[in-house]
């Protein structure tokens, strides 16, 4: 969420909030479901409900009075049950990824619709905009980095966040260029724009004049098919005195006219090239989720690099198509596909069991110990080993249960966040490691 906040990607923030679970402030109260009582704040004249996207931010914010009770949850639950339609909702508030607006637009956002200028989304910190070091870290050495490994995902996944240079026949203004990707979000096109979303855009502080005004592209000549060219880095460019803009990827995605390829760095570190048939895929897919293997299919590097597709069986085949394989990462469970009951619990069934999102005996688990204000606690992580799937929670430890922890809490504080944990996990769990053993003490051990 930090990162993609960095880099205006609202989409993308929005969807990494409902896909996580949430932590709710909260005080004891009269609820028979022992729930408590929410408690609200006071943000530019609105009261808002904050949420938080992990229980560490939000003892962070209230360490100097922390709650009596934290509420865990997940987004649907949260929309469904809503207290007041006037209480707006306060995302990490306090916190570098804060976000404040009333709980209908996240919808809208999830599904690209709500204008980054809407006046009723309030971002606390909108990042810095600034050009990163080259090549120290940043996502524009995370496009080398995947073309290294021949990993078309990380590429696009990394060419999502970054800023590009699009080469232009005139200077544009970064006022332009949001009234150009204002326009284009709310009408898609062809056709004149009509007259209500003409008012909406006036709404939105859309300029009447830019309305109908053409986006002054310089495109690639000496080239076989129309192709737009765009640049992650100055000195890539061949002519960098040429006038440009300078944007962020997705709303410059957005902008690239019906049947015309993207090209990036053309002559340079990480080229890569993908058909306009393509473009599309590149739009619609979520970065939460595995790349579609045909837009994988279509990027073209140079030079070219294997494409490697991992099969259900295990074996790998390899084609040379010039174009890179999807990596398999680490993305959550859809809700409501851990079903209560569905799942036992490792202390009653510890080895593997049947996945309920793919089918296949791949389901695994894993916890470890901790304490929340002096209570003990459990952390408990589910993962499926063949579709990638995972869950986390935190509860409360049962009493009297002892279980072995051959995976040491120095071991998964140097994991590089939860990726890197389940893989962990999952190399220990291979290696015979894991599974862990469960004893339960009091009325005669078991």
């Known amino acids: 969420m930090a990162w993609a906040l960095s880099t205006g990607n609202y989409t993308r923030y929005f969807r990494a909030f409902t896909r996580t679970d949430l932590f709710l402030p909260s005080r004891e109260g009269g609820d028979p479901d022992g729930l408590g009582e929410p408690i609200t704040a006071e943000v530019a004249g609105h009261t808002v409900l904050p949420v938080f996207t992990s229980d560490e931010g939000l003892l962070a914010v209230y ?80 496009l080398l980095d995947a073309v290294e490994r021949s990993d078309g995902a990380e590429y696009l996944d990394a060419l999502r966040d970054c800023m590009v240079i699009l080469p232009t026949t005139r200077p544009v203004s970064a ?26 855009l006036a709404r939105l502080g859309v300029r009447p004049e830019a309305v109908d005004r053409e986006f002054p592209w310089r495109f690639a000549t000496g080239r076989p098919v129309p192709t737009v060219e765009i640049f992650t880095q100055p000195e890539f460019r061949p002519d960098p005195e040429a006038p440009s803009v300078r944007m962020r990827f997705l709303p410059m995605l957005n902008l690239i006219p019906a049947g015309y390829a993207l090209s990036v760095n053309p002559g340079g570190p990480g080229w890569l090239e993908l058909p306009s048939e393509d473009l599309p895929l590149l739009r619609e897919w979520d970065g939460l989720s595995p790349v579609p293997l045909p837009l994988l299919r279509g990027m073209r590097w140079a030079p070219p ?34 079903g209560r009951g569905s799942i036992r619990a490792p202390w009653q ?75 962990l996990l999952d190399r220990r769990w291979n290696e015979g490691t894991l599974p862990q053993s469960f004893r339960m003490s009091g009325d005669g051990d078991r």
Do not use: M
Request: with cysteine; net charge negative.
């Open 63 to 142: 360490a100097a009075q922390p709650p009596e009770v934290i509420v865990v949850t997940r987004y649907e639950d949260l929309r469904d049950g809503w207290p007041s339609p006037q209480w707006r909702l306060a995302i990490n508030p306090g916190l570098p990824i804060e976000a404040y607006l009333p709980v209908e637009l996240v919808e809208l956002a999830v599904r690209d619709e709500l204008s980054p200028f809407d006046p009723r989304l309030l971002i606390g910190r909108l990042g810095n905009l600034e050009w990163e070091p080259w090549p120290p870290g940043g996502p524009q050495q995370a």
């Open 175 to 200: 006022v332009e260029v949001d009234e150009f990707s204002t326009v284009k979000l709310h009408h898609r096109g062809p056709g004149p724009v009509d007259e209500p979303t003409r008012d909406l």
């Open 305 to 338: 690099v294997p494409i490697i597709e991992r099969r259900d069986g295990g074996d790998d085949r390899t084609e040379a198509a010039g174009a890179a394989t999807a990596s398999r990462r680490w993305q959550p469970f859809e809700p409501g596909q851990l």
């Open 349 to 423: 069934s510890p080895g593997e069991q049947v996945c309920p999102a793919c089918g296949v005996r791949a389901l695994r688990q894993f916890v470890h110990s901790g304490d929340r204000f002096g209570r003990p606690i459990l952390f408990a992580y589910t993962w499926c080993a063949h579709c990638r799937r995972y869950h986390g929670t935190t509860g409360p430890r049962p009493e009297g249960l002892q279980f072995t922890e051959p995976v040491s809490r120095l071991e998964i504080d140097a994991t590089d966040g939860l990726s890197g944990l389940l893989d």
